[in-house]
């Protein structure tokens, strides 16, 4: 299957500090990637998705000035955590979709967040 | 109504059982479905997807799509303990490039 990396895979950081998450895909390029967030016993929850040199689009109740996303090439988006609190922490997935016909998914590794 | 619908369970099999997991949707023109296993503190994996009305098979997995039902399922034949794990159901969303995630049910193979 295809490739999606994420780094880092894990940080902890202190209330109040910005956090940058970066997602790319390996081995194929992907105009759009999607930015997932999961807390412990729970679903995925879409957040954005992310769309190569265009403005990001946000789920409702996503905050668009607290969650930064950038996606400045065809294999990379960056998602920033700005001002971090206690209540952000989670488990921030992002996918990529490879192929136009299925739009088979692929996830990255996952980062795990942790603000203290 | 929610859009993909899931049985969260625990759905506890016996190892060697066939395990049974359904997904229904609501959306008539959804025309690729998507089976993910995820286990505890993993990101999803992709373990097949089917688009075609009628079963298809890889492995010991297979997945049944009957669109005019608006369902879909996936058996896992022989289970495994390492086959315990939350599978999650994803819908494309017609003409764009997004799924939309069932809840997912969480598997228990004993052993």
């Known amino acids: 299957g295809a490739v999606v990396s994420q780094h880092p895979s894990w940080v902890i950081c202190k209330s109040g500090t910005s956090v940058k998450i970066e997602c790319r895909s390996l081995?194929?390029?992907?105009?759009?990637m999607f930015w997932y967030r999961q807390f412990p016993k729970q679903s995925l929850m879409l957040m954005a998705t992310?769309?190569?040199?265009?403005?990001?689009?946000?789920e409702q109740g996503v905050e668009k000035d607290k969650f930064l996303i950038n996606h400045a090439s065809l294999t990379l988006s960056t998602l920033t955590v700005t001002s971090a609190h206690p209540e952000d922490s989670s488990f921030y997935i992002c996918?990529?979709?490879?192929?136009?016909?299925?739009?088979?998914?692929?996830f990255g590794p996952g980062t795990r967040l942790t603000v203290l | 109504q929610k859009e993909v619908e899931q049985n969260s369970g625990p759905l506890s099999v016996p190892e060697g059982a066939i395990a049974s997991l359904n997904c229904t949707y609501s959306d008539r023109g959804s025309q690729s479905f998507f089976w993910y296993r995820q286990y505890s503190g993993k990101s999803p994996e992709l373990i097949m997807f089917?688009?075609?009305?009628g079963d298809k098979e890889d492995g010991r997995f297979t997945a049944q799509l009957n669109k005019a039902s608006q369902y879909v399922s996936l058996l896992i034949r022989d289970s495994q303990p390492s086959d315990s794990a939350t599978y999650l159901c994803a819908v494309n969303i017609p003409y764009g490039q997004n799924f939309v995630f069932g809840p997912g049910t969480r598997l228990s193979v004993l052993p």
């Open positions: 081995d194929f390029q992907a105009t759009t």
């Open positions: 992310s769309n190569e040199g265009s403005k990001a689009t946000y």
């Open positions: 996918s990529a979709p490879r192929t136009i016909t299925y739009n088979e998914q692929f």
């Open positions: 089917i688009y075609s009305n």
